[in-house]
C-alpha cells in the first residue's frame, strides 16, 4: 500500500512534464507550408558568343578570392584592400548582415519554451469590513519565488515556417553583401581603367605636343630663312595650340575619376594620390564557362531565390492563421509569508496552465486577405527571380560580344595607326623636299594622332570589358 501511494505521488510530480512532452512529440507531424521547390529557369547550354565553352558548376557560397589579380596590377590590387576595409557602402551592407542574422536568431527563438522568473515581496492588509473575509483586519506578508514555463504548441507550423523564413532572409542579405562587394570591386577597377586611358591620352597628347613643339620651332627658322611661307608657321603654332589645350582638358576628366576612386575606397580625395600610369599590357584572357554558372555565382540571383525561398515559408504561416493558436504554462516555486521558510518543502507551489487556445473565428476577411497577399508576394518574387536571371543572362552576352567585337576591332586599329604612322613620313618627306603644302603634313599629323588615340581608347575599353564580364558572371571564372 505504501509502495502504491508513492508511485502516485511519483507520477502526480511527473504528469505535466509527461504531458508537456508528449504534446512536443505532436508537433512534429503538421506543416501547412507548401513544400519548396528551388525555381528553374529555361537557359540555352551555350552563349550565343561563340567560343569553346565547357560546363562549369561553381557555387555562390564558394571563395571567389582576388580575381583582379588576373589583371596583374599590383597598384588595383592594394586600391581593393582599401575598399574592403574602408568602404562606408561595405560596411552598411555588412551590418545589415548582422541585423538579419540577429532577426532570424529572434524568430528561431518562438521554437522553444518561454522561461520568466518573477519574485516579490508584498505586504497587505484586509478589510474588516468585508463579509466572509478570512483574517479581516489584518496585515499579511507574501514572499512569492516563481519560475513560468509558457510555450505555443506549434501544431500547424506557424514559428518553425517564421523560423526558416528568418533563415532564409538572413541568406538573401549575405548574397546582398556579396553582391555589394562585387559591385563595388567592379566600379573600382572601372574607374581605376577609365583614369588609365586618360593618363595614356595625357601621355600621348603630351608627346604631340613635344613634336609639334620642334615642328613649330623648325618652321620659324626656315621661314626666317625664307624657305617657307609664313602660312605655314602659322599652321604649326596652331596645331601647337589646339594639341596642348586638348592635353590640359583631359586633365579635368582623370582629376574627377581619381576623386571617383578616393570614394570607393573610402577615403577623401586630398588623401588618394595616384601618379599617373598610362595603361598597358592586355586583359586576361576569356574564361571558359556556361550560363549555369550565372546561377551558382551570381550573389544577386542567390538573393532573389532565397527570398522566394522566404515567401514561401510565409505562405505557411499565413495559412497557420486560420487555425487555432494553443499555448500552455508550466509554473512552480515557493510562496510563504516568513522568509526562514522560503526553502521549506511546505511553501512549494506548482501549476499546470494557464492554457489558451484562440480560435480565428471572425476576422472580417483580414486572414484570407493576408494569404492572398502573402501569396501575391510570392509570384512577385519568382517574377523577379526570372528577370534577375534574363538581366544576368545579357549582362554576359553583351560583354563577351563586346570583348569579341573591341578585339577585332584593336587589331584592325593597329593597323591603321601603322598606315597613319608611315604616311606621316611619307608627307613630312614631300614637304622638305619641297613637293608638297604643309597642310598635307598638318593633315598627316593628326590622322596619326586621332589613329592613336582610338587605338588607345579601344584598348582601355578591352579592360572595361573584361571587368563588366567578370560582374556578369559573379566575380571571376
Known sequence: MMNCRICAASLNRRFPLVLLHSFCLLLLGCNVAPKYFAPKSELPTEF????????????DAEARGDWWRLFGDARLAQLMQEAEAASPTLDVARHRV????????????GLFPFATI????DRTRGSETMAAQFAGGRSRTSITNVLDFNYELDFWGRIRNQSQAGRARADAAEADLQ??????HSELAMNYYALRVQDAQIALLRR????????????????????IAQIDVAQAETDLAETQAEAIGLERLRAELEHAVALLVGTVPSQLNLPASPISGSPPSLPRSVPSSLLERRPDIASAEREIAALNAEIGVAKAAYFPTITIGLRGGTQTSFYDLIDNSSSRIWGLGPAA?????????????????????????????????????RDAEDAL????????????????????TKALELAQKRYDSGLVAYYE?????????RAEREATRLKGELYLASVLLVKALGGGW
Open 179 to 184: 553582391n555589394v562587394r562585387l559591385l563595388l
Open 441 to 449: 603634313v598638318l593633315d598627316a599629323q593628326r590622322t596619326q594622332l
Open 208 to 227: 604631340n605636343v613635344t613634336v609639334r613643339e620642334r615642328t613649330a620651332d623648325l618652321a620659324r627658322k626656315r621661314f626666317a630663312q625664307g624657305d
Open 118 to 121: 518573477t519574485n516579490s515581496v
Open 98 to 109: 548582422s541585423e538579419a542574422r540577429a532577426l532570424a536568431r529572434a524568430d528561431k527563438a
Open 48 to 59: 550565343k558568343t561563340q567560343g569553346p565553352w565547357r560546363t562549369a558548376r561553381p557555387s
Open 357 to 393: 487556445v484562440e480560435w480565428p473565428l471572425l476576422r472580417g476577411g483580414g486572414v484570407k486577405a493576408n494569404h492572398q497577399a502573402t501569396q501575391a508576394r510570392y509570384e512577385q518574387a519568382a517574377g523577379t527571380y526570372r528577370q534577375t536571371v534574363l538581366s544576368a543572362m
Open 401 to 420: 560580344s563586346a570583348l569579341d567585337v573591341l578585339r577585332r576591332q584593336s587589331a584592325a586599329q593597329n593597323v591603321t595607326v601603322t598606315s597613319a
